[in-house]
């Protein structure tokens, strides 16, 4: 069991306790340089605030840091673009969305604006992948001695791909996962380990239950409000949660002396 | 590292199996033909797995029908793997051997389909209403429903180095001690996503493409299905190969061109080599990336010049296959694999005359040498870099 430390940064997300919609928060266009963005679909723009957000509070350079995002169906829109140009003749393809439509278009766009040659990864676990993602990066970052970035994400189907994934709320969450020692500014302990037992997704926030309601990228988000809640409300209870892996193992994250953050690691 | 293979196959349009690979690189004969893809009029060549049209997936998984699903069970059926991969869950059980899956586009072509079916209401009819293939992970659901695993689970999706860098989170995984074993692979097919998005970035070839040749004008597209058991080589005493190494970097460069002085590609096998503690100069054989477009055979060569010296064997074996994507990095590590065994590097097929701009000789003709180590190189859109260096064990 490995000890590691975390740091967050979310998109579509609660402040306290309040749900914000992207139109209470609109993304920072500056993050993206203007060559990049022209061409950098939403679900682009969105993963690359979060990364953005996390890298800041940690204080870490994001060259410094390898990348895995997550997300079970890929950019939804681009699919929906795709398959609709080819109906029928003469399916003309835009060179620019055929690009984006790669699963890791957001690491690629990532490390070409922070001008990082760190490793990257994108992955899908269908119902599984916040927690499979958690995992990827929390093992590579315990094998590899460097921090590791990871997203949730999921974006919101259109019309005709609601009949498979009736996600309508777009999210993307992100973490800074590291061994301790790495970092010096503030981050929250934790272990995580897997655990031969079934076990269903830890139940949001009331609020959050009806908009992700069916929605992929949202399973760490009590995770996030734990640790979020550690910043406003110190508290010495550890803060466990199970995610299911599979239907037969789940991913444990116990959060350790979260009211101290950063203070002990064992 | 210490990590063995026991077991692995590709199946391709060189045909099914490791036998079909052999046969075709002894005799020359590429298993590329002129497009025949339905619903695709594009003047290129493609490397199809011809019996995908009739192979039928057995009762208890059609529900995950899809042309990238069959190409899987098709791929899973060959050179004893099913049994391999059943042997091993009897030794050590079905929730020790995780399932490490690579695919580019997964089973979109089965989402074009439903879009020239949809209902009235512009929603899948009943048929395509397929939650478990629609998404990215279909392969890696297909794979634990076809052999009952039950370990963690995923499908990793980085363009064409996808399952190149299954062998390293596949490591990892096993180094951490929460799986013995992995069951990694990696399957794409042809769709209509693919064929016309590349022909929108004008890099397919109107011909069978030609790596590493001045006249080389692109690539020919091709479908593939690998797979490979990695084990704790304690659990593997009988295994013929372990992986010695694995490097994954990024380019921070373009989303769909090169670093053109191959940074990415450099830091990928510099760190290979590194994990494997090897010099350069011990590496004997690389299986290169090689798709035949013009900037990726020029950048690839650079950089094999800033590492490795010149009698260093290099080819591509893309005219052979055609560039398969998300199962580049499988099959041309089965290609690897089987010239270690057989003692046979293939040469490059279609390069008749290496281009005179590339600083590093590449091996065009097929060659008879006895090997213990090779490299495997896989780069991919978004910069997504990957390198793999193999070994042979129990001589």
């Not at chain 2, 079916?117 to 794979?143: R, T």
């Not at chain 2, 800033?306 to 074996?317: I, K, N, V, Y």
């Not at chain 2, 065994?341 to 091996?363: A, Q, V, Y």
């Not at chain 2, 065009?364 to 870099?385: D, L, Y």
Request: proline share 6%; aromatic share 8%.
């Amino acid at each position: 069991m490995t000890l590691l430390a975390l740091v967050y940064g979310v998109h579509s997300f609660l402040t306290g306790r309040r749900f914000v919609t992207e139109s209470d928060a609109p993304l920072q266009p500056g993050l993206i340089p203007p060559r990049e963005r022209r061409r950098a679909p939403q679900s682009v723009k969105m993963a690359v605030e979060v990364l953005d957000q996390a890298c800041s509070m940690a204080a870490v350079s994001p060259a410094s840091a390898a990348t895995v995002f997550s997300s079970a169906m890929g950019d939804m829109q681009i699919t929906d673009y795709l398959c609709k140009v080819l109906v029928a003749p003469p399916r003309l393809v835009s060179p620019t969305r055929f690009h984006n439509s790669v699963h890791n278009a957001t690491t690629g766009y990532w490390s070409i604006t922070r001008n990082s040659h760190a490793p990257t990864s994108a992955i899908s676990a269908l119902n599984y992948t916040a927690s499979m993602v958690f995992l990827e990066a929390a093992v590579q970052a315990a094998e590899e001695d460097l921090p590791v970035l990871m997203v949730s994400q999921e974006m919101a189907a259109p019309a005709a791909l609601r009949t498979i994934c009736p996600s309508d709320t777009p999210i993307s969450l992100a973490l800074l996962l590291s061994k301790p020692g790495l970092f010096s500014a503030p981050l929250a302990p934790f272990r995580f380990g897997i655990q031969r037992k079934s076990t269903d997704w830890p139940a949001l926030h009331p609020d959050l239950d009806e908009p992700f309601k069916g929605n992929f990228g949202s399973g760490l988000l009590p995770l996030l409000a734990a640790i979020a809640s550690a910043d406003s409300v110190p508290s010495n209870a550890p803060a466990s949660f199970e995610f299911p892996l599979s239907k037969s193992a789940c991913l444990t994250v116990s959060l350790k002396n979260r009211g101290n953050i950063g203070a002990q690691y064992e | 590292m210490s990590l063995a293979i026991t077991g692995y196959t590709a199946t391709s349009g060189l045909g099914c199996g490791v036998e079909c690979i052999q046969g075709s690189i002894l005799g020359n004969r590429s298993g590329l033909r002129k497009n025949d893809f339905p619903g695709c009029d594009l003047e290129t060549w493609i490397g199809r797995v011809g019996v995908l049209e009739t192979t039928l997936l057995p009762r208890h998984l059609e529900h995950l029908d899809s042309r990238n699903n069959r190409l899987t069970w098709l791929g899973l059926q060959q050179d004893g793997f099913l049994a391999s991969v059943f042997e091993l869950i009897d030794r050590i059980g079905v929730d020790r051997i995780g399932v490490v899956m690579a695919t580019s586009t997964s089973s979109i072509g089965r989402t074009e389909e439903a879009y020239m079916h949809l209902d009235d209401s512009g929603l899948f009819p009943a048929k395509y209403c397929q939650p478990e293939v629609h998404n990215l992970h279909s392969p890696g659901i297909f794979v634990a429903e076809a052999t009952g695993l039950t370990g963690p689970s995923l499908t990793i999706s980085t363009a064409c180095s996808s399952s190149a860098k299954v062998f390293a989170t596949a490591s990892r995984w096993i180094n951490h001690g929460f799986v013995d074993a992995v069951l990694l692979g990696g399957i794409d097919s042809l769709c209509l996503s693919i064929l016309y998005g590349f022909n929108s970035l004008e890099l397919l070839s109107s011909g069978p493409c030609r790596p590493f040749d001045m006249r080389r004008d692109g690539i020919s597209i091709g479908e593939a299905a690998g797979f490979a058991l990695l084990v704790r080589k304690d659990l593997a005493p009988e295994a013929e190969f372990e992986l010695l190494g694995y490097g994954e970097s990024s380019d921070a460069y373009h989303m769909s061109h090169p670093h053109p002085e191959g940074k990415g590609a450099i830091l990928a096998m510099e760190q290979s080599l590194k994990r494997a503690g090897l010099p350069a100069s011990s590496i004997e054989y690389i299986n290169l990336h090689g798709t035949a477009s013009r900037a990726n055979d020029l950048v690839e060569s650079y950089a094999l010049s800033r590492l490795f010296p010149t009698q260093t064997l290099a080819s591509s074996t893309k005219g052979w296959t055609g560039h398969t994507l998300g199962a580049a990095g499988i099959l041309e590590t089965v290609i690897t694999l089987e010239s270690m065994k057989h003692g046979l590097l293939p040469g490059t097929l279609n390069c008749d005359h290496p281009d005179p701009e590339f600083k590093f000789p590449i091996l065009t003709e097929n060659t008879q040498k006895p090997i213990r180590t090779a490299m495997m190189n896989s780069f991919g859109f978004g910069g997504n870099n990957a390198s793999l260096i193999f070994g042979r064990l129990n001589d």
